[in-house]
């Protein structure tokens, strides 16, 4: 159930930007909206020291709340922010290239920075500068209160890659877990049966757990019982070499490209040969995966459909005021020279 300020913010929100209260109209007073809508005086307050802040109202001391007449217009600024690790991302698939053109067609601005800017720029700044945030989850304990503070205050925001639950907000990423069990069926298509899963390091975000359980409800679906634990740890070379010889491993579902091309570097330093003794499966497509010797077989991310989708999305949000439900966007996989079928 949302708090009651809300809804006295969003009926006020509603009147005044849809010219029913016009620039100059006083608005009903904190004692009057706590009698109107059977709340405290506080609550009501709050609401209006809300549309204070958003400089749809001046109030004065003494006199009242009356609507602005720089705000009487829609009080959007038609533009947009676009969050990102790192202002280069050709390496999480040029997203802002996608999302670009969305914003152009629909007249925004799309303003494309790094974290740096939360050092800054407060929850409020952003609020009466942009429209909407676009958010690339590179880690979902980052810049919780920001994201809380703007949530709270029903602003439109959608987040990329990543899923934060704890602040109920759309998100617009890759189907993980699909691309993980569309990667081991086609290893267990080919004729294999040790499959093991290869993890990057200690840390496994979010996406890296939905591939492995992929892999786990691929090996169930077909029956087979051997898989890497969880807690495995294969990511020093030593221990990657003994893991395949102690399991006879003729397979594995990589974390990433990244991962799949290191190891195919350590199996064949090992005396492996790359598909022969074993066939590899990356996750990402990145640019070396084309180039590695052999070819890596991959999954790819649609990073412009997740772009699109996710600038439409927000688009949508703040023209309508309705939350849009989270997608999880197919994934492709690209057969190269990594993999080999096996003779049962």
């Known amino acids: 159930m949302e708090p009651l300020y809300l809804k006295i913010l969003r009926d006020l929100e509603y009147n005044i930007t849809s010219g029913k209260f016009a620039a100059g109209d006083q608005l009903p007073t904190e004692k009057e909206l706590s009698e109107q809508y059977n709340v405290s005086r506080i609550t009501s307050k709050r609401a209006l020291n809300e549309l204070e802040q958003q400089g749809l109202i001046k109030r004065t001391r003494g006199k009242g709340s009356f609507v602005t ?73 980052q810049h919780l209160d920001v994201l809380f503070e703007l949530s709270f205050a029903d602003f439109p925001i959608v987040l990329l890659d990543k899923e934060v639950p704890d602040l109920n907000l759309p998100s617009f990423l890759a189907d993980n877990l699909a691309g993980g069990k569309e990667a081991c069926d086609y290893l267990i298509k080919a004729g294999h049966k040790k499959i093991a899963y290869l993890f990057g390091d200690h840390y496994h975000p979010q996406s890296t757990r939905q591939r492995y359980l992929g892999y786990i409800q691929s090996l169930m679906e077909h029956h087979i019982s051997f898989h890497t634990s969880f807690e495995e740890d294969t990511t020093s070379e030593e221990r990657l070499i003994d893991y395949v010889k102690q399991h006879q491993i003729t397979a594995f579902v990589c974390e ?9 570097r350590t199996l064949r330093q090992a005396g492996f040969a790359i598909p022969q003794d074993i066939s590899l499966v990356g996750f990402d497509n990145i640019q070396a995966a084309i180039f590695v010797d052999p070819p890596l077989t991959t999954i ?15 688009l949508s949000w703040i023209k309508t005021k309705q939350k849009p439900q989270s997608q999880k966007i197919p994934v492709t996989l690209f057969v190269r020279e990594s993999t080999k079928e096996i003779k049962a």
């Open 256 to 264: 990433n490209d990244i991962t799949a091309i290191q190891a195919m």
């Open 300 to 314: 790819s991310q649609n990073f412009k459909a997740i772009g699109e989708t996710a600038g439409k999305a927000l």
């Open 69 to 141: 007449g720089s705000t009487s217009e829609n009080n959007t600024t038609n533009r947009i922010l676009l969050l990102l690790p790192f202002t280069d991302d050709v390496a999480i698939g040029n997203l802002s290239g996608s999302i670009l053109p969305v914003m152009q067609n629909a007249q925004y601005e799309l303003m494309m920075v790094t974290y740096d800017f939360l050092n800054t720029h407060t929850a409020q700044d952003i609020k009466n500068e942009f429209d909407g945030l676009i958010y690339y989850t590179e880690d979902e304990n």
